[in-house]
């Protein structure tokens, strides 16, 4: 049995290669516990573009005032979690959807003291049991992306952020973080991906600009997750088939973050419990 956390992104949501079919056959066939942290990026972007709100993001992160915040919990933890727990019972598992508010599960603070981001979040601790306790009943885990600050208000957290902080905190032994490119490649116009990649190269990558954009959340967390106890992460194209059942055979898919990072990259919390 092994110990996944899969972070699922809006953008891979309805392709044809289903990686929620391929989490339900994980858990239902092969025995092993998952547990998936969605984003919704996308849906949350076209409901404020129906409110007539501008979204605005910085290094990939959403700046959040306060009609965004309201939007994110509508979306995150309504439509699109409901949503994924459909589709898991419908292929044939029982899943349960939550927040990182409920049972305190996820911890976070302001991240960034000048507000630039507004009420966005930096995990600072994530408490597992509500996690193991739904593994043992049998269920798969459904987790939106918010958390709790320390004044008990509502923070939006970058649902990489959180998957990495839970995987940490897990010790999954794959932590896999499923987006609608092939992995990290050296540019915008590489054909492939990158097999593997240090927390160094990472690191001058992202100071040279060819790690940009919404792909720096994603590499950082991958590496926060394995410096805090996940034995691997992968940042893989999650539109294909069978992505999970080829890692689970050791074959090499995406890009594949090692252990090792610098002070400088893990600024998401330690994956530790409280």
């Known amino acids: 049995?092994?110990?996944?956390?899969?972070?699922?992104?809006?953008s891979v949501a309805g392709e044809a290669g289903d990686l929620l079919r391929e989490v339900a056959h994980m858990v239902?066939?092969?025995?092993?516990?998952?547990?998936?942290?969605?984003?919704?990026?996308p849906e949350i972007t076209e409901l404020l573009e129906r409110l007539g709100h501008a979204s605005s993001f910085v290094d990939g992160q959403r700046v959040t005032d306060a009609i965004t915040l309201d939007?994110?919990?509508m979306v995150l933890a309504g439509r699109v979690g409901k949503r994924i727990v459909r589709r898991?019972?419908?292929a044939g598992v029982l899943a349960v959807g939550l927040s990182g508010e409920d049972g305190g599960l996820v911890r976070a603070e302001p991240y960034d003291a000048t507000g630039r981001l507004g009420r966005?979040?930096?995990?600072?601790?994530?408490?597992r049991e509500l996690v193991d306790l739904l593994w043992q009943a049998g269920y798969v885990p459904v987790l939106a992306p918010l958390a709790l600050g320390e004044d008990g208000e509502l923070l939006?957290?970058?649902?990489?952020?959180?998957?990495?902080?839970?995987?940490?905190?897990?010790?999954?032994?794959v932590f896999v973080l499923a987006t609608d490119v092939p992995g990290?490649?050296?540019s915008r116009h590489a054909q492939h991906a990158i097999p593997e990649l240090s927390a160094a190269e990472v690191r001058e990558m992202i100071g040279s600009g060819a790690i940009a954009g919404g792909m720096i959340p994603k590499v950082e967390a991958a590496l926060a997750a394995v410096d805090a106890g996940a034995g691997e992460a992968h940042i893989v194209d999650g539109r294909g088939?069978?992505?999970l059942a080829a890692l689970r055979r050791g074959e090499p898919v995406g890009t594949r973050i090692v252990r090792g990072a610098s002070p400088a990259i893990l600024t998401q919390g330690s994956g530790e419990s409280w």
């Open 71 to 73: 939007a994110a919990e």
């Open 156 to 173: 939006n957290v970058n649902a990489d952020f959180v998957a990495g902080a839970l995987a940490g905190a897990l010790g999954a032994d």
């Open 184 to 186: 990290v490649k050296e």
């Open 1 to 10: 049995m092994n110990t996944w956390v899969v972070k699922y992104g809006g």
């Open 28 to 41: 239902g066939r092969e025995g092993d516990r998952v547990a998936v942290v969605h984003g919704g990026g």
């Open 88 to 90: 898991l019972q419908r």
């Open 241 to 243: 088939p069978a992505v």
């Open 120 to 127: 966005v979040g930096r995990v600072t601790a994530v408490r």
